[in-house]
């Protein structure tokens, strides 16, 4: 099992940067396929990367691709979103999760996750 925590979140104004950490615990985090989704006001949860096990591999959302990326850290046992140029559309409750499985986009793939961390992009 692993517990997830998010932070780096906040306030920004549109073309800004942000970047979000999520810190796991316990020993075997690299035996997890890494995520981050989004989920706005009123909207359901959304893909906006993943990463592999080794963070070789990345995959994107096509509305983040070329903005944001994914990265991890597995000596640190932690995983990083990077947002670029970002946007008001980009305003969400940001989550990382942890799968068993690797290149999920579904969040029904996921097991852990975190409690969120707000970033509000204003324009």
């Known amino acids: 099992q692993v517990q997830l925590v998010e932070s780096g979140g906040g306030l920004v104004q549109a073309a800004g940067s942000l970047r979000l950490s999520c810190a796991a615990s316990?020993?075997?985090?690299?035996?997890?396929?890494m995520g981050w989704f989004r989920q706005a006001p009123g909207k359901e949860r959304e893909f906006v990367a993943c990463?592999?096990?080794?963070?070789?591999?990345?995959h994107y959302a096509d509305s983040v691709k070329g903005r944001f990326t994914i990265s991890r850290d597995n000596a640190k046992n932690t995983v990083y979103l990077q947002m670029n140029s970002l946007k008001p559309a980009d305003t969400a409750i940001y989550y990382c999760?942890?799968?068993?499985?690797?290149?999920?986009?579904?969040?029904?793939?996921?097991?852990?996750w975190g409690q969120g961390t707000q970033v509000t992009v204003s324009s």
């Open positions: 990463t592999t096990r080794s963070g070789i591999s990345t």
């Open positions: 316990g020993p075997t985090f690299s035996s997890y396929g």
């Open positions: 999760a942890a799968s068993y499985l690797e290149w999920r986009t579904s969040p029904i793939s996921y097991t852990y």
